[in-house]
């Protein structure tokens, strides 16, 4: 059940000492913030600036279709923050985080939401002495208009160390997220679970932004047919290279079309992105997969068009 209540003040709350950041407010900062108790969850401002109220007021429509006023703080300092959630874009996290993140103090966790990879391994390489911790998620959230978030379907979430000092603090950051009532679970093959992720989203998203269409309807198109597998040997081939258990061309093709059925209907976010004038993530999905090809000797030429032709969809667009 999300938590409509609106105490800033987790002593008087009754709650522990929780204190939870989230950066990035859009459609899944304000899911998880919905769902964590209120008095120990608010967003950062932008650049830490000063925020132009002292709260921010939303609607969350529950995965049961009820709808629940939201009000959470902004948050004028972080320096007794327990956990700080990045739910920022993968192309914006390195810059959001750097523009906050001295004002965290150091043992804080830090939990990375996005999609694809690369802005993952970038944050932890930029900050390795940090506990910076992935976060893959099946929960979905989208935000039909700026006071209004729509939880779309409900999921699980995996939550795993990339850093070294990460890996003693997953449990505490379980703990904190599970007051969400969310369901969240441990993963110590967090990267191995961000690809197999990352493989599904690289089969279906930019076929379903290049074609304008539904998931489901990529299954037909001959865009799809005539790449498809060509697009899965590279992904087996660089899932291998990167040193994690091999996958078959053909499992990840058999992923890739399960997924696409069972999600017919839906919008996928880089369509979404794409309608909305927004710029979309495929430099962390297919053009992560053709950039580390390149640089581990591989061949990733069905990956790089998928790239090249969703970024020429979205001339504004340049990572
Ligand atoms: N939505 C989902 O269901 C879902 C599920 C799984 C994973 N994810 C991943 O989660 C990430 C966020 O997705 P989303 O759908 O929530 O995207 P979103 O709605 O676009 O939210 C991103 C938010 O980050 C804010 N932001 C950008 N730069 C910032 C900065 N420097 N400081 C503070 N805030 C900043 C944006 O503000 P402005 O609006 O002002 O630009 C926006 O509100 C993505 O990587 C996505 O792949 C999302």
Redesign the pocket.
Known sequence: MPSSRTSSNPSQSGLEDDRIAI???????RLWAAYLPAGTTGF?P??ASAPSSFKLNYHLEDDNGREHAIVRPWLTGLSGTTLLLA????G?TL??LA?IIDQLPDTCPIVL???GLGSQQAVAERWPWRPILAAS?T?????PAPDRVVHAARGHTWVGALTDSAAGLTATVIRQLSRSGLEVRGEARILERLWGKLAVNAGINPFTAILDCRNGDILESSLFLDHIDALCEELARLITAEGLPAHSPRELRDDIERVARNTSANTS?MRGDFQGG?AT?IDYINGHVARRSRELGLDAPVNQMLTDRVKALAPHQDL
């Open positions: 950066l990035g407010a859009g459609a899944l900062g950062v932008r650049n739910t920022t874009k993968a914006d810059d959001a523009d939401f996005q999609n998620t929960e979905a959230a989208n935000r976010s927004r993530e």
